[in-house]
């Protein structure tokens, strides 16, 4: 037995950390029957424990002086060795989360993550680039590169309500990455009573952090931190400032709260910027508030964000081959005049539109007014799509309208008012202001779509009984109108459109049926572009906005076409796998020829197998034309796009929409395709009024006959479209623009080919993975080549994920498992799971392997090197290395910023080198009948082996390895570092000076009896201080954060490496 006596400096001792080796730093005796122990565990930590001679039988000395008995079983130590390459597979691998992802990653994106975001720590970032550049592929990069990193176990993304399930798919589907989409059902159903507190990795909406106060408490619970929040369609989180007057919305308050509850911080927008300055650094204080603090004054607040954006615009773009990544597109305008029947029906129902508009406008101080004026734009848009949706929205709205005049006759009768005109109560439908009607317009399509049924049907400005029953008897009249336009059979727009399908897939020409037929693609070089070229085989997209119109044209173009199976439908009702199914068939079967889609398929979906598309009906809000258009013009298209727009003569919306769009044209021959990428941020302006696209088409339904109007509509069209109006737009996009150009794009090709060499390749993950498993008592056979089926995952394993996992759960058995991503689903085979770094199968393999063979990377062993005919002998050490700086973390430790793992090699003369990631798997174990580690140890050859060589490997790494080391994080670190420091003074001292002197004038004008009602000089003065305390605050983090330092290097594991000579 040992005694406490024994204990020296350097000795490696067993019984003080369970499984595992500490070596002795001091000894210190009090007494004859007590010492304090203080040791360093393999991890690098120093730590202190008393000990008493009742201890003594629990304490094992390995060897006082020499740790390395190398008597562990060789074939073990290479599989736990194994297990901790693995687990530190970041450090050899530099894009790891590409080679463990099913991403095949562009050049910018690979820029984004691993230039320009994962180097920074912490990262608060504003990544810009263009619509359709895969941002979300960038994002889940990231966040699986921080996983591996140990950085990140909670993360939260923040999108619109309509992108979340596209996030939840992507990032489960290409990055394994297990998100919950947090619903007020699941929220209230936590545990807890905060879903928050007790999902890791989750998505939420926007709007529901926003304006729902129970929501936001919880998510500002204590313990409610983040270590990376993501914000998806960042702008929509804005501020503006108009007229001195800074208008802060519910989602900029939502960003500030954000911003403060996680470590890392990412806002995504493709527009960031709408032209004003003021608004913008606003929206860049929500990254750092300190560096864009106070009212933004022109000429003395200036910024320079590029340390904090990335904007990429999709002409900059290139594949890895260095052409561009993306295709030209065109848009044609195709008109179409209405029938005498069909144009009676449109003034008609114009009419009755106008007609209830200006009832509405009588609705002073009326919460209904707001919502009948949404479902009058509805009714016209309606009214502009086909017969058929026109007609059922007047039946659908008369039939619930005359049920509400019952309800109303039996409340009269009852007693309840006796006057037929005297005021009625309106029917409970939700009153919508116009933040609500911009909420409606981002919703996900089935939300839209019973949203508007219910206020279509059930809003009206009828004030009383007798004003109700005049409306229904307005809407008989309309309904029977349409109803006799429905079945007269001639439906110009379809016709026009059956026209172009003829076209499309029958050798016919084009130029007759488009409206600019000699159009030019004004790119350099790019000369004119030619129409499609007619083919049976063509595959069209068909965008409209009404499942009415959806149902009515599957009906003609099937008929039309002669096959039910040539057309495919998307809507807001159908679920989220019948989508993907859908978009499946319509990308791999050649017999679907045709997608009808509404808006829910420019919701997230990828139709780029598609290169035409037509809008049968066109949107009120320019961002869904850019999001349709985005659905085949985005990443993997190879062909030219083109649209077409089909747009009523002689109506007042569609003279609006066809003047937008023919000037869209000329401006396209002048400027290029990229101003489809700006349709969103037109805004129409004319006499002093600033409006949005639906209020412009509003203000032409209601008052487009009066001379004035038309003048104010042709002014806000030519204004907002004029050439050099969209080229400050396009300008705008440039705003910290990076740019990549052949020689960029060829340096990012040898990284990743350099990566690649470097990488753990999938046969090393397999042979590993198939060992431990098998040790760990679960056995997977082989059913295809590499491909293997686990019908039983033993308990250990599969409850591992609960202490180290961070959401995705093993599971009991898997029909099939892959390492390589060609594996994962071959033609006809069952979809394999695909095993990689950070799948919790592995993981929990890895931990437990490493949790259960602690102290043998620290005993080391002995492995035989077969290609080595002499005989001495060499020894090999795997060494840890970490920078931190000042900045601590929550449990009080200091934050590990950079991190470094290597082996070197020491031989008998005292020389080291470096080797390559995994030197043990060039040799084997020890064979039986071969000598053990004790009799080689013994042998003359190996008696330079002592305790000094742990220490000649830590003395050669930091002479050589820490410096070089150091230096680069220094470098990389403290040039941000600098350019923050100086960003926030400039913007600070200037606001305190400010302040200061504010507070003085205040302090005159008091003293003259002449007080400023809205500030006070001691306001001024507060302010000024509070400014003050955040400066040194904010410093004294910047000074924490530029205190780097080395750690020493820990050595981890060794292994004795004996040439065959010597046996």
């Given at each position: 037995?040992?005694?406490?006596?024994?204990?020296?400096?350097?000795?490696?001792?067993?019984?003080?950390?369970?499984?595992?080796?500490?070596?002795?730093?001091?000894?210190?005796?009090?007494?004859?029957?007590?010492?304090?122990?203080?040791?360093?565990?393999?991890?690098?930590?120093?730590?202190?424990?008393?000990?008493?001679?009742?201890?003594?039988?629990?304490?094992?000395?390995?060897?006082?002086?020499?740790?390395?008995?190398?008597?562990?079983?060789?074939?073990?130590?290479?599989?736990?060795?194994?297990?901790?390459?693995?687990?530190?597979?970041?450090?050899?691998?530099?894009?790891?989360?590409?080679?463990?992802?099913?991403?095949?990653?562009l050049p910018h994106q690979i820029t984004a993550v691993y230039e320009h975001m994962l180097p920074r720590q912490p990262l608060r970032f504003l990544l810009a680039d263009d619509p359709g550049a895969g941002k979300t592929i960038m994002a889940g990069l990231l966040i699986k590169e921080l996983i591996a990193r140990g950085d990140l176990q909670r993360c939260l993304i923040v999108c619109p309500g309509s992108l979340a399930e596209q996030w939840q798919d992507e990032l489960y589907r290409r990055f394994h990455l297990p998100f919950e989409i947090l619903t007020n059902d699941k929220l209230e159903a936590a545990r807890t009573g905060n879903g928050f507190l007790e999902t890791n990795l989750c998505i939420a909406r926007l709007d529901k952090l926003a304006r729902n106060e129970d929501v936001r408490h919880?998510?500002?619970?204590?313990?409610?931190?983040?270590?990376?929040?993501?914000?998806?369609?960042?702008?929509?989180?804005?501020?503006?400032?108009?007229?001195?007057?800074?208008?802060?919305?519910?989602?900029?308050?939502?960003?500030?709260?954000?911003?403060?509850?996680?470590?890392?911080?990412?806002?995504?927008?493709?527009?960031?910027?709408?032209?004003?300055?003021?608004?913008?650094?606003?929206?860049?204080?929500?990254?750092?508030?300190?560096?864009?603090?106070?009212?933004?004054?022109?000429?003395?607040?200036?910024?320079?964000?590029?340390?904090?954006?990335?904007?990429?615009?999709?002409?900059?773009?290139?594949?890895?081959?260095?052409?561009?990544?993306?295709?030209?597109?065109?848009?044609?305008?195709?008109?179409?005049?209405?029938?005498?029947?069909?144009?009676?029906?449109?003034?008609?129902?114009?009419?009755?539109?106008?007609?209830?508009?200006?009832?509405?406008?009588?609705?002073?101080?009326?919460?209904?007014?707001?919502?009948?004026?949404?479902?009058?734009?509805?009714?016209?848009?309606?009214?502009?799509?086909?017969?058929?949706?026109?007609?059922?929205?007047?039946?659908?709205?008369?039939?619930?309208?005359?049920?509400?005049?019952?309800?109303?006759?039996?409340?009269?009768?009852?007693?309840?008012?006796?006057?037929?005109?005297?005021?009625?109560?309106?029917?409970?439908?939700?009153?919508?202001?116009?933040?609500?009607?911009?909420?409606?317009?981002?919703?996900?399509?089935?939300?839209?779509?019973?949203?508007?049924?219910?206020?279509?049907?059930?809003?009206?400005?009828?004030?009383?009984?007798?004003?109700?029953?005049?409306?229904?008897?307005?809407?008989?009249?309309?309904?029977?109108?349409?109803?006799?336009?429905?079945?007269?059979?001639?439906?110009?727009?379809?016709?026009?459109?059956?026209?172009?399908?003829?076209?499309?897939?029958?050798?016919?020409?084009?130029?007759?049926?488009?409206?600019e037929p000699e159009a030019q693609y004004a790119v350099t070089g790019a000369g004119e572009i030619p129409p499609p070229k007619p083919s049976p085989h063509q595959k069209l997209v068909i965008f409209t906005e009404h499942r009415d119109t959806l149902n009515y044209l599957e009906d003609r173009i099937t008929q039309f076409l002669g096959r039910k199976d040539a057309v495919a439908l998307i809507h807001g009702g159908v679920g989220r796998a019948e989508r993907l199914r859908v978009q499946e068939a319509f990308k791999h079967d050649p017999t679907v020829q045709i997608l009808l889609a509404t808006d829910a398929a420019g919701e997230g979906l990828n139709l780029q197998r598609a290169h035409l598309m037509v809008n049968?009906?066109?949107?009120?809000?320019?961002?869904?034309?850019?999001?349709?258009?985005?659905?085949?013009?985005?990443?993997?298209?190879?062909?030219?796009?083109?649209?077409?727009?089909?747009?009523?003569?002689?109506?007042?919306?569609?003279?609006?929409?066809?003047?937008?769009?023919?000037?869209?044209?000329?401006?396209?021959?002048?400027?290029?395709?990229?101003?489809?990428?700006?349709?969103?941020?037109?805004?129409?302006?004319?006499?002093?009024?600033?409006?949005?696209?639906?209020?412009?088409?509003?203000?032409?339904?209601?008052?487009?006959?009066?001379?004035?109007?038309?003048?104010?509509?042709?002014?806000?069209?030519?204004?907002?479209?004029?050439?050099?109006?969209?080229?400050?737009?396009?300008?705008?996009?440039?705003?910290?623009?990076?740019?990549?150009?052949?020689?960029?794009?060829?340096?990012?090709?040898?990284?990743?080919?350099?990566?690649?060499?470097?990488?753990?390749?999938?046969?090393?993950?397999?042979?590993?993975?198939?060992?431990?498993?098998?040790?760990?008592?679960?056995?997977?056979?082989?059913?295809?080549?590499?491909?293997?089926?686990?019908?039983?995952?033993?308990?250990?394993?599969?409850?591992?994920?609960?202490?180290?996992?961070?959401?995705?759960?093993?599971?009991?058995?898997?029909?099939?498992?892959?390492?390589?991503?060609?594996?994962?689903?071959?033609?006809?085979?069952?979809?394999?799971?695909?095993?990689?770094?950070?799948?919790?199968?592995?993981?929990?393999?890895?931990?437990?392997?490493?949790?259960?063979?602690?102290?043998?990377?620290?005993?080391?062993?002995?492995?035989?090197?077969?290609?080595?005919?002499?005989?001495?002998?060499?020894?090999?050490?795997?060494?840890?290395?970490?920078?931190?700086?000042?900045?601590?973390?929550?449990?009080?430790?200091?934050?590990?910023?950079?991190?470094?793992?290597?082996?070197?090699?020491?031989?008998?003369?005292?020389?080291?080198?470096?080797?390559?990631?995994?030197?043990?798997?060039?040799?084997?174990?020890?064979?039986?009948?071969?000598?053990?580690?004790?009799?080689?140890?013994?042998?003359?050859?190996?008696?330079?082996?002592?305790?000094?060589?742990?220490?000649?490997?830590?003395?050669?790494?930091?002479?050589?390895?820490?410096?070089?080391?150091?230096?680069?994080?220094?470098?990389?670190?403290?040039?941000?570092?600098?350019?923050?420091?100086?960003?926030?003074?400039?913007?600070?001292?200037?606001?305190?000076?400010?302040?200061?002197?504010?507070?003085?004038?205040?302090?005159?004008?008091?003293?003259?009896?002449?007080?400023?009602?809205?500030?006070?000089?001691?306001?001024?003065?507060?302010?000024?201080?509070?400014?003050?305390?955040?400066?040194?605050?904010?410093?004294?983090?910047?000074?924490?954060?530029?205190?780097?330092?080395?750690?020493?290097?820990?050595?981890?594991?060794?292994?004795?490496?004996?040439?065959?000579?010597?046996?």
């Open positions: 037995m040992m005694k406490l006596e024994q204990l020296q400096t350097h000795a490696a001792l067993r019984g003080i950390v369970p499984d595992a080796l500490v070596t002795v730093v001091n000894v210190q005796w009090f007494g004859a029957e007590a010492l304090e122990l203080t040791y360093k565990t393999a991890d690098g930590k120093v730590a202190n424990e008393l000990l008493y001679r009742h201890d003594e039988p629990r304490l094992d000395i390995v060897e006082a002086g020499r740790p390395w008995s190398f008597d562990g079983d060789g074939a073990r130590f290479r599989l736990v060795s194994e297990a901790q390459r693995i687990r530190l597979a970041h450090l050899f691998d530099p894009v790891l989360a590409v080679h463990t992802s099913v991403v095949e990653p919880k998510l500002q619970a204590p313990d409610c931190r983040w270590d990376l929040v993501v914000c998806d369609e960042a702008h929509k989180m804005s501020a503006t400032v108009f007229g001195g007057e800074t208008k802060y919305t519910q989602r900029y308050h939502l960003g500030q709260l954000l911003s403060g509850l996680t470590r890392h911080f990412l806002l995504m927008s493709a527009t960031p910027h709408n032209g004003k300055e003021a608004d913008f650094q606003l929206f860049m204080a929500l990254l750092d508030g300190d560096r864009f603090e106070g009212k933004y004054r022109d000429g003395v607040h200036s910024a320079d964000v590029s340390d904090l954006m990335r904007r990429m615009v999709k002409e900059n773009l290139r594949k890895f081959d260095g052409t561009p990544l993306f295709p030209e597109r065109i848009a044609y305008t195709v008109p179409y005049r209405l029938s005498a029947r069909e144009a009676a029906l449109y003034q008609a129902v114009t009419e009755y539109v106008r007609t209830e508009f200006n009832r509405v406008e009588a609705l002073e101080n009326d919460q209904r007014a707001g919502t009948v004026g949404f479902a009058l734009t509805i009714l016209q848009r309606r009214l502009a799509s086909s017969p058929e949706a026109i007609h059922q929205s007047l039946r659908r709205r008369r039939e619930r309208l005359e049920s509400r005049l019952r309800e109303l006759e039996l409340l009269q009768r009852a007693g309840e008012f006796a006057n037929p005109f005297a005021p009625i109560i309106a029917a409970t439908v939700p009153a919508l202001d116009p933040e609500d009607v911009a909420d409606l317009d981002e919703a996900p399509d089935h939300e839209v779509e019973a949203a508007e049924e219910e206020i279509l049907d059930q809003a009206t400005a009828a004030r009383s009984i007798a004003e109700l029953r005049l409306e229904i008897q307005t809407l008989t009249t309309l309904e029977g109108q349409a109803l006799a336009v429905r079945r007269g059979g001639t439906d110009t727009k379809w016709i026009e459109l059956s026209s172009l399908l003829g076209e499309i897939f029958t050798p016919a020409g084009f130029a007759h049926r488009v409206a049968y009906d066109l949107p009120w809000n320019p961002n869904r034309l850019e999001q349709r258009f985005g659905r085949i013009h985005r990443i993997g298209q190879t062909e030219v796009c083109y649209l077409w727009n089909l747009v009523a003569d002689d109506t007042r919306e569609g003279d609006v929409y066809r003047k937008l769009l023919e000037k869209l044209e000329q401006a396209r021959q002048a400027l290029g395709g990229q101003v489809f990428d700006v349709l969103g941020k037109l805004a129409f302006e004319s006499a002093g009024q600033v409006l949005s696209l639906r209020e412009l088409l509003i203000q032409a339904i209601r008052y487009g006959e009066r001379p004035e109007t038309k003048a104010f509509l042709s002014t806000a069209l030519d204004t907002a479209l004029d050439k050099s109006h969209l080229q400050s737009l396009l300008d705008d996009r440039q705003l910290a623009q990076d740019s990549m150009d052949a020689s960029a794009v060829q340096r990012i090709r040898a990284d990743m080919e350099r990566a690649d060499a470097r990488r753990l390749q999938p046969h090393y993950i397999e042979s590993f993975f198939l060992e431990g498993f098998k040790q760990l008592g679960g056995a997977a056979r082989q059913r295809e080549t590499r491909r293997f089926e686990i019908t039983h995952v033993p308990a250990p394993v599969r409850h591992r994920d609960r202490l180290i996992g961070i959401g995705e759960p093993v599971l009991p058995r898997y029909e099939r498992i892959a390492f390589e991503k060609t594996l994962i689903a071959p033609p006809g085979q069952p979809l394999a799971a695909f095993v990689c770094p950070g799948h919790p199968l592995l993981d929990a393999v890895i931990d437990l392997t490493l949790e259960r063979n602690r102290d043998l990377l620290k005993r080391g062993a002995v492995l035989v090197d077969e290609r080595d005919f002499g005989v001495e002998p060499r020894v090999m050490f795997s060494l840890e290395h970490a920078i931190q700086d000042a900045s601590l973390h929550r449990d009080g430790s200091r934050r590990v910023v950079s991190k470094r793992l290597m082996y070197v090699e020491v031989d008998a003369q005292g020389n080291v080198r470096y080797v390559h990631y995994a030197p043990y798997l060039d040799f084997r174990p020890l064979a039986a009948g071969e000598p053990g580690a004790d009799a080689l140890l013994a042998r003359p050859e190996c008696q330079w082996i002592t305790r000094e060589l742990e220490q000649t490997a830590q003395g050669h790494a930091i002479a050589h390895v820490v410096p070089e080391h150091l230096a680069e994080v220094r470098g990389r670190k403290l040039e941000l570092i600098a350019k923050t420091e100086a960003a926030v003074k400039d913007r600070l001292i200037k606001e305190i000076t400010y302040w200061d002197h504010r507070a003085e004038e205040l302090k005159l004008q008091e003293q003259a009896g002449k007080p400023n009602a809205k500030l006070n000089s001691l306001e001024a003065r507060k302010r000024a201080d509070l400014l003050q305390g955040r400066l040194q605050k904010r410093l004294e983090d910047l000074r924490l954060e530029a205190q780097i330092s080395p750690l020493p290097p820990v050595v981890l594991g060794g292994l004795l490496v004996v040439p065959i000579g010597l046996l």
